[in-house]
Nanobody, 125 residues
C-alpha cells in the first residue's frame, strides 16, 4: 500500500506557473506507475498526465500537452507536475494517483489503486 500527499497548489494569474508535488510513503514508490488527474466543480475527474515506473515514458491529455510536464524522482519518492502558461480552465482540484499492475501510466482513472487527497489550483483571468 502507498500513501500519497499532494502539495503546491494555489492561486495564480493566467499565464503563470505552478509546480505540484506528490509525496509517497509506504511501499516502494518505483513499483507504481503514476498519474495526475483533475476535477473542476461540477465536472468529472479527468486525466491530465501519466508516467511510467522508471519515468522513461510519459503521456498527456491534449488539453495540457506542451504546457504541463510530469516527472518523478524515485530516490525522493516524489511525483511532480510542472504547469506553465496556465489558463482559467485549468482551475481544478489536482490529484495524484498510483497504479501497481502496469509499468506505464494510463488515462483510465479506474485503473489506479491509490489516490491523494488533492490540492486546489485556481487560475484567475
Amino acid at each position: 500500500q502507498v500513501r500519497l500527499v499532494e502539495s503546491g497548489g494555489g492561486l495564480v494569474q493566467a499565464g503563470g506557473s505552478l509546480r505540484l508535488s506528490c509525496a509517497a510513503s509506504g511501499r516502494t514508490f518505483s513499483a507504481y506507475a503514476m498519474g495526475w488527474f483533475r476535477q473542476a466543480p461540477g465536472k468529472e475527474r479527468e486525466f491530465a498526465a501519466a508516467i511510467s515506473r522508471s519515468g522513461d515514458s510519459t503521456y498527456y491529455a491534449d488539453s495540457v500537452k506542451g504546457r504541463f510536464t510530469i516527472s518523478r524522482d524515485n530516490a525522493k519518492n516524489t511525483l511532480y507536475l510542472q504547469m506553465n502558461r496556465l489558463k482559467p480552465e485549468d482551475t481544478a482540484v489536482y490529484y495524484c494517483a498510483a497504479r501497481a499492475a502496469y509499468y506505464s501510466g494510463s488515462y483510465y482513472k479506474d485503473s489506479y489503486d491509490y489516490w491523494g487527497q488533492g490540492t486546489q489550483v485556481t487560475v484567475s483571468s
